[in-house]
Each structure stands twice: as structure tokens, then as C-alpha cells.
Nanobody
Framework: QLQLVESGGGLAQAGGSLRLSCAAS????????MGWFRQAPGKEREFVAV????????SYADSVKGRFTISRDNAKNTVYLQMNSLGPEDTAVYYC???????????????RGQGTQVTVSS
């Protein structure tokens, strides 16, 4: 089993920044593609960003492109999500997920974290 623990969430003002981390343990982190997803109250969970095993391929949802940056440090078994220019629409629980292939579908991932709350005030 691969355990994933998100951190770095909290309260931010509109226009501000937060950096989320997702620490992995239990299995070899570097063999997994890593994705970030989010779920706002009353809405379905949606794709945010994905990075492949080596970090050479990255994809973003249109809603975060140019504002969010996904990265990974395989030596630290951690994937990050740098979030800039935050807006109230970014308020959600953010989840990281690990899978054998890069996917924009949450269900395609084998392992998922418990989530971290991000709240952006206007």
C-alpha cells in the first residue's frame, strides 16, 4: 500500500498563494504518476493537475493553468502544488492521488489521500 498525506492547506486571501504538499510512504513513489484533484462544496470532484513519474509531462485543468504549478521530488517522495493568484472559486478540499498512468480521472488512480482544505476569502 502507498500512503498519501496532504498538507499545506488553510485560509488564504484572494490573490494570495498556498503550497500544498503530498507526502508518500509505503511503496516506491517514483513509479507512480501523481495527480491533484479538488472538490468544492456541492460540486463533483474535478481534475486539477497531473505529473508523470519523471516529471517530464505535466497537464493542468484550464481553470488553473497559468496559476498553479505541480512538481515532484522523488528523493523526498513528495509532490507539490504551488497555487498562486487564488480566488474564491479555488475553495475546495484538495486531494492527491497516485496511479500507474497519468490520468485526469480520479477513478483511474490506485491510491488517494484524505484531502486538505483550502479556503480563499474575497
Amino acid at each position: 500500500q502507498l500512503q498519501l498525506v496532504e498538507s499545506g492547506g488553510g485560509l488564504a486571501q484572494a490573490g494570495g498563494s498556498l503550497r500544498l504538499s503530498c507526502a508518500a510512504s509505503g511503496r516506491t513513489f517514483s513509479v507512480y504518476a501523481m495527480g491533484w484533484f479538488r472538490q468544492a462544496p456541492g460540486k463533483e470532484r474535478e481534475f486539477v493537475a497531473v505529473i508523470n513519474r519523471s516529471g517530464s509531462r505535466i497537464s493542468y485543468a484550464d481553470s488553473v493553468k497559468g496559476r498553479f504549478t505541480i512538481s515532484r521530488d522523488n528523493a523526498k517522495n513528495t509532490v507539490y502544488l504551488q497555487m498562486n493568484s487564488l480566488g474564491p472559486e479555488d475553495t475546495a478540499v484538495y486531494y492527491c492521488a497516485a496511479g500507474t498512468t497519468s490520468s485526469t480521472s480520479y477513478g483511474a488512480y490506485d491510491y488517494r489521500g484524505q484531502g486538505t482544505q483550502v479556503t480563499v476569502s474575497s
